[in-house]
């Protein structure tokens, strides 16, 4: 229907406007085609239902468009229950007296929220501004209350721009919410939670499911971590490049929370105080992914019911603590006990993917290894996945969390660009590693090989341990180097050469 609807629309459109000084008849007589049959507009004479259905699917502009084709399209565009707004798209025709774009695309949004049938409820409003240089439009809270009014389940704004706004805070008592998606663009603007603007007993959002918040400034420890209490059946939440403003901690707590995502968040500190520290309980949490640095702290309360974890932690302040390109041997020490205490709280996952860095600390450090093999199991692994710069100290780290993951099926090993001057891709010719047996490994998985012997090293210790290994694919880098060709066919040649734990296992070069 989508797709014939969008023919139909542009072809009236544009004989509609090759007509405009021409009457056009309520009761056009039907013409008939060479075979005699009838030309009939069998989309016009669809239910009133199906139409919105597919309007529903435009954006809101080409929806109010579609009035102009008949007195049968005129007010369908009124009952719509999705109003999606895109600054991108040119709204110059629909107000040729207004030179500002800013303006013209405001007019236009007031206009459907006063024109539009009131009774009709609101099930999903999606707000795109991308014009950085223009201010926020002034009706932008109006816009907000007009959905809330009309019971809005779904509110997804999209906003890129320099100047700073504030939210109503009815927003926060909107209890008919299902899904709340708040994105301010590469510059975090302030979402103010602030007493002035509601009391933590005035949020509730009983039914909200999904909250995304991009680029958001959390201001008020109390109110922030009220926030997350008061929405009882949420089941996933995002919160990716925002900003703790001087907070001690941020509690996330939801008895239905099921799938956190936790991206580049940064803080505004006080002098001498610390970072904001972040306390997790979630007796439902399916999935956890984690992309943040090794100095804050996090307090995990991980259910069994936990599948999939992706910890993609790094380094804060990096030059701050690289002294001649290695890290401090002090500071990588906390970290690897912080990271060693993060493993202990997901240790019942069933896919695991962890960073560089996280292996970096585990790497040559005097007692860490020992302590990760003894303190943590994580005995329902299936799925590993390491981003590594495999130098020669991360092969032994490796080995260690595949020792401790016994019943690991699928490893994937991506060969990421170094980050310090330790070793990294340091031809690995005269360690020797502790061979541990890999009773259940049946696929490996190298990205972005470039032939070194690190990798050569790795591949020979898995294929002369997986009993049961399958499939070896080899992904091969596309950054070209002098003698990328030969090296990879060195590297193939080698490697088929290898003894092998299972004679059932394919290589294959991609």
Request: charged share 25%; aromatic share 10%; with cysteine.
């Amino acid at each position: 229907y989508v797709d014939c609807f969008n023919n139909y629309l542009y072809i009236s459109l544009f004989s509609a406007m090759g007509k405009s000084n021409r009457q056009m008849s309520h009761k056009k007589k039907l013409k008939k085609n060479d075979t005699g049959q009838n030309n009939e507009d069998r989309l016009s004479s669809l239910p009133d239902n199906i139409l919105h259905k597919i309007l529903d699917l435009l954006d809101t502009l080409y929806a109010v468009r579609s009035s102009i084709l008949s007195k049968r399209w005129r007010d369908l565009w009124t009952c719509l229950s999705n109003l999606n707004f895109n600054s991108t798209i040119d709204y110059e025709a629909t107000n040729k007296h207004l030179n500002n774009k800013d303006e013209i695309f405001t007019k236009f949004v007031d206009q459907v929220f006063i024109h539009r049938d009131r009774s009709c409820n609101i099930r999903t409003f999606h707000l795109f501004y991308n014009e950085e240089h223009f201010r926020v439009p002034h009706r932008f809270c109006s816009w907000i209350l007009g959905s809330i009014q009309c019971n809005v389940q779904e509110l997804n704004i999209n906003i890129s721009t320099f100047y700073s706004l504030h939210l109503p805070s009815c927003l926060f008592e909107c209890k008919p919410l299902k899904v709340l998606k708040l994105k301010f663009g590469s510059i975090q603007v302030p979402l103010k939670l602030r007493p002035w603007f509601f009391y933590p007993g005035d949020i509730a959002l009983p039914n909200l499911k999904t909250l995304h918040l991009e680029s958001v400034c959390f201001v008020g420890e109390e109110l922030a971590n009220k926030l997350f209490s008061n929405c009882p059946v949420l089941e996933s939440l995002v919160i990716i490049n925002s900003q703790f403003v001087k907070l001690k901690s941020f509690l996330i707590i939801g008895p239905n929370l099921k799938h956190i995502v936790i991206e580049n968040c940064s803080d505004e500190l006080d002098v001498d105080s610390s970072y904001c520290e972040i306390i997790i309980h979630a007796s439902k949490l399916v999935a956890l992914r984690c992309k943040d640095h090794m100095d804050r702290h996090y307090t995990l309360e991980m259910p069994c019911s936990l599948v999939d974890v992706s910890m993609d932690m790094g380094i804060e302040d990096l030059r701050g603590w690289l002294r001649g390109g290695r890290l401090q041997t002090e500071r990588k020490k906390q970290y690897a006990l912080n990271m060693l205490t993060y493993l202990k709280s997901v240790c019942s996952v069933r896919s695991l993917t962890l960073s560089p860095w996280l292996i970096e600390v585990f790497s040559n450090n005097p007692g860490i290894e020992k302590s990760l093999s003894v303190s943590v199991q994580f005995q329902n692994l299936r799925y590993m996945k390491l981003k590594t710069w495999l130098s020669r100290d991360h092969i032994p780290a490796i080995l260690c969390l595949l020792h401790i993951s016994p019943n690991v099926e699928t490893l994937i090993l991506e060969v990421t660009k170094k980050m310090v001057n330790s070793t990294y891709r340091r031809e690995n010719q005269d360690t020797e590693f502790p061979l541990q047996c890999m009773d259940h490994l049946k696929f490996v998985e190298i990205q972005g090989s470039q032939g070194r012997k690190n990798e050569l090293k790795i591949l020979e210790i898995l294929l002369k341990n997986a009993e049961i290994l399958e499939k070896v694919v080899v992904f091969t880098s596309m950054e070209q180097l002098p003698d990328r060709e030969q090296r990879l066919m060195d590297f193939s040649e080698k490697l088929r050469q290898y003894p092998r734990a299972s004679s059932n296992t394919v290589i294959t070069f991609i």
